[in-house]
Nanobody
Framework: QVQLVESGGGLVQPGGSLRLSCAASGSGLFISDMGWHRRAPGKQRELVATITRGYSTNYADSVKGRFTISRDNAKNTMYLQMSSLKPEDTAVYFC?????????WGQGTQVTVSS
């Protein structure tokens, strides 16, 4: 089993920044792909960014140039640095990881962008 703990969400003004973290724990971890997803009120969940174990990244068009995904393989931790935040970035952000052949999800952390 893999446990995921997210942190770093909160309330921020438009144009501000936040950094999300997702820490994975469990026995015998070998996490390959990691990613962030979000679900805005009244909308379906969407992929925000992904990162492979070899640090290849992919971003949704809506966040390119503003968000940066990174990871620390030694700590089994992933980050999402969010800058130039917009009200439309308001959502619950979920981390997801692939450990061997299974996928695991975090509980989500709320990000609210509002003045």
């Amino acid at each position: 089993q893999v446990q995921l703990v997210e942190s770093g969400g909160g309330l921020v003004q438009p144009g501000g920044s936040l950094r999300l973290s997702c820490a994975a724990s469990g026995s015998g971890l070998f996490i390959s792909d990691m990613g962030w997803h979000r679900r805005a009120p009244g909308k379906q969940r969407e992929l925000v960014a992904t990162i492979t174990r070899g640090y290849s990244t992919n971003y949704a068009d809506s966040v390119k140039g503003r968000f940066t995904i990174s990871r620390d393989n030694a700590k089994n931790t992933m980050y999402l640095q969010m800058s130039s935040l917009k009200p439309e970035d308001t959502a619950v952000y979920f981390c997801a990881v692939r450990n061997y052949f299974s996928n695991y999800w975090g509980q989500g952390t709320q990000v609210t962008v509002s003045s």
